[in-house]
């Protein structure tokens, strides 16, 4: 999610009417994998990246140092069933604001700086 997305239909809500009560899921344009994302910022960086999956039992010993096991291998749960099956998209963002959600390689373009060591 553009954060600019969040910040204009969360204005939208707080200004207008009928939303009192009402609960709204706010997606970008597309479900994108974190495999996704990081193609989408090697292109914008031009340089290649890449992905590697992590040992499951190494992050959850090192999460559990911060947060209550059990709780730690329900999200490490809840984030695998999410990389595999991409949460529904919905209309919301252009409901609310009169515009499509932007994509995330807008996302990158504007953040680009954060990324890079120059």
């Keep these: 999610m553009h954060e600019l997305d969040v910040a204009e239909a969360a204005a939208a809500v707080l200004t207008g009417d009928g939303h009192a009560g009402r609960v709204y899921t706010l997606t970008g344009p597309a479900a994108l994998t974190q495999e996704d994302q990081v193609s989408v910022l090697a292109e914008a960086l031009a340089r290649p990246l890449r992905t590697e999956a992590a040992d499951p039992a190494a992050v959850l010993d090192q999460l559990s140092m911060f947060m209550d096991r059990d709780f730690a291998g329900a999200?490490?749960?809840?984030?695998?069933?999410?990389?595999?099956?991409?949460?529904?998209?919905?209309?919301?963002?252009?409901?609310?604001?009169?515009?499509?959600?932007?994509?995330?390689?807008?996302?990158?373009?504007?953040?680009?700086?954060a990324f890079s060591s120059n």
């Design 75 to 113: 999200l490490l749960g809840l984030l695998g069933r999410a990389e595999r099956e991409p949460a529904p998209l919905t209309s919301t963002v252009e409901d609310l604001t009169g515009h499509p959600a932007r994509p995330y390689a807008e996302w990158v373009r504007a953040n680009l700086p």
